[in-house]
């Protein structure tokens, strides 16, 4: 089992970045996928990024492609998403998740272990 606790949203202009962390207890931390969604309101929870075991795999969502970056550094026990360039559409709350095994790495249901979230507000 793993928890997880999201860090660095806030509120910023469009143009301007922003990095979230996600720290995960447990030592079985490099063992899990992980992956960001994100919420908007009034909108499903959307997919944004994964990221493999060791980080070699990375994918991303079509609408972030080249402005996010999803890192993991398992000695810290800690997940990334670098975002830059931010847009008013990238508003939400962004949570990370963890799976022990993957069967479809951008679908919600696929992941067991969710953080509380952290807001992300972008404004125009």
Same mark, same amino acid.
């Given at each position: 089992?793993?928890?997880?606790?999201?860090?660095? %949203?806030?509120?910023? $202009? =469009?143009?301007?970045?922003? &990095?979230?962390?996600? +720290?995960?207890? *447990? @030592?079985?931390?490099?063992?899990?996928?992980? %992956?960001?969604?994100? $919420? =908007?309101?009034?909108?499903? &929870?959307?997919?944004? +990024?994964?990221? *493999? @075991?060791?980080?070699?795999?990375?994918?991303?969502?079509?609408?972030?492609?080249?402005?996010?970056?999803?890192?993991?550094?398992? +000695?810290?026990?800690?997940?990334?998403?670098?975002?830059?360039?931010?847009?008013?559409?990238?508003?939400?709350?962004?949570?990370?998740?963890?799976?022990?095994?993957?069967?479809?790495?951008?679908?919600?249901?696929?992941?067991?272990?969710?953080?509380?979230?952290?807001?992300?507000?972008?404004?125009?």
């Amino acid at each position: 089992q793993v928890q997880l606790v999201e860090s660095g %949203g806030g509120l910023v $202009q =469009a143009g301007d970045s922003l &990095r979230l962390s996600c +720290a995960a207890s *447990g @030592r079985t931390f490099s063992r899990y996928y992980l %992956g960001w969604f994100r $919420q =908007a309101p009034g909108k499903e &929870r959307e997919f944004v +990024a994964f990221i *493999g @075991r060791s980080g070699g795999s990375t994918y991303y969502a079509d609408s972030v492609k080249g402005r996010f970056t999803i890192s993991r550094d398992n +000695a810290k026990n800690t997940v990334y998403l670098q975002m830059n360039s931010l847009k008013p559409e990238d508003t939400g709350v962004y949570s990370c998740a963890a799976t022990p095994t993957i069967v479809s790495f951008n679908t919600a249901a696929a992941y067991e272990y969710w953080g509380q979230g952290t807001q992300v507000t972008v404004s125009s």
